[in-house]
């Protein structure tokens, strides 16, 4: 620091941190932050960089970066931080802090334990939602990292559409078993051409109407019933057989026109409309002017 008139030296030092967030004077933790900055070990250094991004954590590109040291150094020094317990490579060179994670598993838990006990008969939390409140504002592929990392370590049970706690399931009483069973059986009849969801209530006595609506929602949400198009109920083995069709067509063809696959399905041309609306919208199939082809997620029917 100088005088620029009369030039003079009248203090200096090192800066540890050239983009400090806002804090308070004096304040302890920043005081420690700065005392790892300038005399901790690498390694130390390390983990509080990674800390300080929170849920964000960094990945190997960020951490380079940073530092000046080879990525292969930088490698062994994660894989140390790793073992010992301090981090968590949650992806592929992306890394958080133990204490982050271990921290957003307790809102986790909170969140998921609360949305069991309002939906006892959902089989969980939809995803979207699960990172809308857990992890607003982040990246998906950031907030998908961490759930997953939650279900590796048997903490969550994860599937495309939801996510639960492990110790989860799904309690129906007698009345709603019965229930289910007949929703099932009515979709199942109904084929491919299903069921609307205010015709299935409609087969059950008004006192019981309301435990058909929720019975309805769990076999939406566990996936064994699923919705076509807005209130058209599919049962899952219907459409499972539909998937064998649409993946042995195109084991001999390139493409598939709509009128190709109304005499596949043997239904009119408006239902066939719908199912191959309801594979474009999943990514199995690709619309291209009057033909469809194999989508991105073509491969989830082939499992």
């Known amino acids: 620091v100088r005088f620029y008139s009369p030039l003079e030296t009248v203090g200096g030092g090192v800066i540890l941190d050239e983009h400090p967030y806002r804090h308070k004077r004096n304040d302890a933790r920043v005081i420690a932050s700065l005392a790892v900055r300038e005399s901790g070990s690498d390694e130390a250094k390390l983990v509080q960089a990674v800390g300080e991004r929170g849920a964000d954590g960094m990945t190997l590109a960020d951490l380079a970066a940073c530092f000046d040291e080879p990525e292969e150094k930088l490698v062994e020094m994660l894989a140390v931080l790793c073992a010992r317990g301090k981090l968590v490579e949650i992806a592929p060179s992306r890394y958080l802090t133990s204490s982050t994670l271990d921290r957003l598993w307790t809102d986790c838990e ?23 409140r857990l992890l607003r504002g982040k990246a998906r592929e950031n907030a998908d990292a961490i759930l997953a990392c939650f279900a590796r370590e048997g903490k969550l049970t994860l599937t495309a559409e939801h996510c639960a706690l492990a110790d989860f399931s799904v309690h129906l009483t007698k009345r709603q078993s019965a229930i289910r069973e007949e929703l099932l059986r009515t979709c199942r009849a109904a084929g491919i051409l299903g069921k609307k969801q205010d015709a299935l209530c409609a087969l059950f006595d008004k006192k019981d109407r309301v435990e058909c609506a929720h019975v309805l929602e769990s076999l939406l949400s566990t996936g064994e019933l699923v919705l076509l198009a807005p209130e058209l109920c599919v049962e899952k083995s219907v459409l499972d057989a539909v998937d064998a069709r649409v993946k042995a067509w195109f084991e001999t063809h390139d493409t598939l026109t709509l009128g190709e696959f109304r005499d ?11 199912v191959l609306e309801y594979y474009d919208r999943r990514g199995i199939l690709r619309r291209e002017g009057d033909v469809r082809r194999p989508g991105a997620q073509f491969g989830e029917i082939e499992k």
């Open 110 to 132: 909170t969140i998921l334990t609360k949305y069991h006990r309002e939906h006892p008969l959902h089989a969980g939390m939809r995803l979207a939602e699960a990172r809308q």
């Open 264 to 274: 596949a399905l043997g239904t009119s041309r408006d239902h066939a409309l719908l």
